[in-house]
């Protein structure tokens, strides 16, 4: 049985950190690339972040120098690491694998508020 679980998301102050983790099982991570995307209120999921099987990067630009993806594939596990946060970082993050199969999390809601 396939499972991605999101999480490290929550109420963070303007100019705060966040790091979110995706944990997979069932899968053989290291064969997937893992994408993060976020979905705001009354907005459409939008994708932040990527990272390769080959550990290549990539990010929209609207995070771009503030937020890193990575991943430990002996840990079956991706990380989005979530600098200098900003209230439009607001939103519903969501892990994404795309490989032999895709998948989706069931996301964890991050808020950036005074």
């Known amino acids: 049985q396939v499972q991605l679980a999101e999480s490290g998301g929550g109420l963070v102050q303007p100019g705060g950190s966040l790091r979110l983790s995706c944990r997979t099982s069932?899968?053989?991570?290291?064969?997937?690339?893992v994408s993060w995307h976020r979905q705001g209120p009354g907005n459409q999921r939008e994708r932040v972040a990527i990272i390769t099987i080959g550990s290549n990067t990539y990010y929209a630009d609207s995070v771009k120098g503030r937020f890193t993806i990575s991943r430990d594939n002996a840990k079956n596990t991706a990380y989005l690491q979530m600098n200098m946060l900003k209230s439009e970082d607001t939103g519903v993050y969501f892990c994404?694998?795309?490989?032999?199969?895709?998948?989706w999390g069931q996301g964890t809601q991050v808020t950036v508020s005074s």
């Open positions: 994404f694998v795309q490989g032999p199969n895709d998948f």
């Open positions: 069932g899968i053989a991570f290291s064969s997937y690339a």
